[in-house]
């Protein structure tokens, strides 16, 4: 093993009054010891499980229905230690997973995260890498991380270098298939929680839309911003008018008002918009290049990216590269649990998305979810890795 490759892993780990108790073997110990001895632990096993969960009531956006969400989750087992990772997405992307991905995963150094993201990003290359492909990456990595921060008893967001101690939560539902009283129930209660932002979807009957936002604004009146997502249901004409209506409201975020590959159209919302109101887009974006090229384009004022994604953990943390490079502030989409970590270690993230499916389903399926309090999302420091665990016997019921 070269000796930068022994004194970064060195680096990584935590001598503090842990490593000094005489006679005790802790596992990053035993991981250093194995280092030494030129024994790199290897990822031994992937196991692939697939959980539908059905949403609590009928959910649209602007432009799309659904009555569940699906979960892939994957279990990379290396050392004694097992690293988890997830992405919703459809089962098909396990079955890439198990006949594509696996055999690029084990045997490998569990340590060597970039080079089995670089693996399996080229494996993929004649399947197309938007869409299943990246997901299935990203579930894939995301267990790589985890396990890799695991085996150092690492919180993951120590491993990526921490930034900052908390990032901001805004809840995201009010969706269009709600009842105004619904929708007012549902956003007033997450700015009683202390949520400063919260975000309702828009775009299905562009006729009513200013109705709704009216109502969701009565609901939080000064305790937190309202947000709106038109899942690109409008045109350019269309959402120009509604922004200015909206601005009415104090709306001061407008999410995907055109659709997210009509660049110039997002554009030209962007630099004609009230001025109090950023433009937001990206969470379609399957690889770095996507991402460049919106904001080369200058579409959007906070670009959204989601490791579930962007090919995981890996994915993600080249687009807050990128963020930092341009100048704009980066916000998580969806999936908290994942994102609470990854966000406190880059410095233009701005905000995760508290999403209301995925922050219902993660309670469910993990010990240690991402709970916001005060508006806040904070990493578990006492937790290696993520700082979940798989509940199996809740999960089970869900299983197809």
């Given at each position: 093993m070269a000796n930068s490759q022994y004194y970064s892993v060195l680096g990584l780990l935590s001598w503090g009054a842990v490593g000094k108790r005489a006679g005790v073997k802790w596992p990053h110990e035993r991981l250093l010891t194995n280092i030494e001895g030129g024994h790199l632990p290897k990822i031994e096993r992937v196991d692939v499980s697939v959980y539908r969960v059905p949403t609590d009531g009928?959910?649209?956006?602007?432009?799309?229905?659904?009555?569940?969400?699906?979960?892939?989750?994957?279990?990379?087992?290396?050392?004694?230690?097992?690293?988890?990772?997830?992405?919703?997405?459809?089962?098909?992307?396990?079955?890439?997973?198990?006949?594509?991905?696996?055999?690029?995963?084990v045997g490998h150094n569990a340590l060597d995260v970039q080079g089995i993201w670089d693996g399996m990003v080229q494996f993929v290359r004649n399947l197309g890498r938007p869409g299943i492909s990246s997901m299935a990456i990203a579930a894939v990595d995301i267990a790589l991380w985890d396990l890799k921060a695991r085996l150092l008893q690492q919180p993951l967001v120590k491993l990526l270098g921490q930034v900052r101690?908390?990032?901001?939560?805004?809840?995201?539902?009010?969706?269009?298939?709600?009842?105004?009283?619904?929708?007012?129930?549902?956003?007033?209660?997450?700015?009683?929680?202390?949520?400063?932002?919260?975000?309702?979807?828009?775009?299905?009957?562009?006729?009513?839309?200013?109705e709704r936002v009216r109502v969701g604004h009565e609901a939080i009146r000064d305790r937190a911003e309202l947000f709106v997502d038109a899942n690109g249901a409008y045109s350019c004409k269309q959402a120009l008018s509604q922004a200015e209506a909206f601005a009415d409201y104090g709306v001061r975020w407008f999410e995907?008002?055109?659709?997210?590959?009509?660049?110039?159209?997002?554009?030209?919302?962007?630099?004609?918009?009230?001025?109090?109101?950023?433009?937001?887009?990206?969470?379609?974006?399957?690889?770095?290049?996507?991402?460049?090229?919106?904001?080369?384009?200058?579409?959007?004022?906070?670009l959204q990216a989601d490791a579930t994604r962007c090919a995981g953990v890996t994915g993600f943390m080249q687009v807050g590269a990128l963020c930092e490079a341009f100048q704009i502030p980066l916000s998580a989409h969806t999936a908290p649990s994942i994102h609470q970590h990854p966000c406190c270690a880059l410095s233009r993230a701005c905000?995760?998305?508290?999403?209301?499916?995925?922050?219902?389903?993660?309670?469910?399926?993990?010990?240690?979810?991402?709970?916001?309090?005060?508006?806040?999302?904070?990493?578990?420091?006492?937790?290696?890795?993520?700082?979940?665990?798989?509940?199996?016997?809740?999960?089970?019921?869900?299983?197809?």
């Open positions: 009928p959910e649209s956006d602007g432009t799309l229905a659904w009555d569940s969400t699906t979960l892939v989750l994957v279990e990379l087992a290396s050392g004694g230690m097992s690293g988890l990772g997830f992405s919703y997405a459809s089962k098909s992307t396990a079955v890439l997973i198990r006949e594509k991905l696996e055999s690029r995963v101690p908390c990032v901001s939560a805004y809840g995201s539902g009010g969706f269009t298939s709600y009842s105004l009283q619904r929708l007012q129930e549902q956003l007033g209660a997450w700015a009683q929680s202390g949520l400063r932002a919260v975000k309702m979807k828009i775009g299905r009957e562009p006729q009513r839309d200013v995907e008002p055109v659709s997210s590959d009509d660049l110039q159209g997002l554009r030209l919302i962007r630099e004609r918009a009230p001025v109090c109101m950023d433009i937001a887009a990206g969470e379609y974006g399957y690889d770095i290049v996507y991402f460049r090229r919106m904001l080369e384009a200058g579409a959007v004022d906070v905000n995760v998305e508290y999403f209301y499916d995925h922050y219902r389903i993660e309670q469910i399926f993990f010990d240690g979810a991402a709970h916001a309090v005060n508006g806040e999302l904070t990493p578990d420091l006492t937790r290696p890795g993520l700082g979940f665990e798989f509940k199996r016997a809740d999960a089970k019921r869900y299983a197809i």
